[in-house]
């Protein structure tokens, strides 16, 4: 475990500080389920009486991946707005406490700091104006008593050493002796910072949250172990129904249940732009449209494999759950592609017609069937298992690979010949053709035997 007693957070060329905050970072054991690990702590933690102190844990994220629109980086998010900051604050608290007593499927949190005590300095500018001294003055004057100035330097060797400067941090600790520090005009005349100057002690914000330039209060949720994203916000939306929030404070929609609905609105489409994709490269392979859509008839079996091990597995729907479906969409028609190619082959060379071809396709094309798929399915079967250090963030994409792809194996070798058999004979019918079933190659005709010369009768005059 690795602890920060001050806690600052460095990601590419931004540094946020907070002398109030202190964060660790837990490496667990391998193959330790963390939501468990998370909801067993935070139990004990809610038994300890910590005054004023708030203990957050929170899963490990993959830096710099997001995979949610939501403002804070959150399983889930309640969002209030309003222009009255106290009273946002008083409706923020009172929404807290509600999903903290009642809320079961995820627990939550602030997602900033609480209100912190500060010395707050008001310029009186009238007065200021009058000694000829402006904002930047008092600026300049706090910032060398309480971080100290940089004169000059001290040379030592081959490098530059800084001076700094400042005042001891005994003689300004409160706001009478800050109200001390001297001042000089342009006219040289020594003044206090109390005379032209407020000062007073008050609390601020521990950060400012802001959504289209409105000030929100934003509350963070992370799902209880076993819960799914849809059961939680139905909750939250129960809840807040029955909670009656101050005049001109609001709730904005929900970005986890935004990114939610898009994520599922972009699997038909992506599934389907897919399948038109492979549909199309095959009708212009084929030259024609029935047997591409013989093959295409293998995407529903694919897709009911999928989501019965979804279900299997209490999978929620998410974004690697939709690349998973679309990687199955160019891998489930393999199969279906060559055993209808062989039955083609089979028809032109040999002239039979295609219940032959297909019967005769099928089992020449078992073993190689068998083999490719038995492999890509052996080969996912580790990632639907979650095995591994973050075998959990893609183990969704494994299963509906897995599932998806052994089903429509096994009904492939059924389904597919039937279908074959089926379109061509409907296709066929239509257009005033030949059944499927008694189409058949030109029979050779039969060559006239040659005849025996006729006697010739005698000519009798």
Known sequence: MYSQPLAAFLFGSNTSENPLRSSSTITLKPKTNVEEYIARVTQEFNKLNLVGIRLRLSPGEVRGLILSNSPVRSEIDVILQGEDTEALERAGQQVLEVLEEQATLASYRPDADSRQSEIQVRLDRERAADL????????DVLATAIEGAVPTQLQRGNRLVDVRVQLDQDSIRRPSQIARLPLFTESNQLVRLGDV?????????GEIQRINQRQVFIIAGTLNEGASLGQALDEVDQMMRDIELPPGISRLPSASAQSNREIQAALPILGGLAAFLVFVVMAVQYNSLVDPLVIMFTLPLALAGGIWGLFVTQTAIGATVIVGAVLLVGIVVNNAIIMIEL?????????????????????????????TTI????????????????????????????????????????????????????VGRFSGGKPAEVDSAPQPTALAEPRAPAESIPHRD
């Open 197 to 205: 100057t407020q000062i007073a002690t008050g609390q601020a914000p």
């Open 132 to 139: 000829e001294l402006n904002i930047q003055d008092i600026g």
């Open 375 to 426: 492999t890509t399915v052996l080969g996912m079967f580790p990632l639907a298992l979650g095995l591994g250090q973050g075998g959990e963030f893609l183990q969704p994409l494994g299963i509906v690979v897995f599932s998806g792809l052994a089903l429509a194996t096994v009904l492939t070798l059924f389904i597919i010949p039937c279908f074959y058999l089926l379109l061509h004979d409907w």
């Open 343 to 371: 039955a083609n082959q089979i028809r032109e060379q040999d002239g039979v017609n295609r219940r032959i071809a297909i019967l005769k396709a099928a089992p020449q094309r078992l073993r190689p069937i068998l083999m």
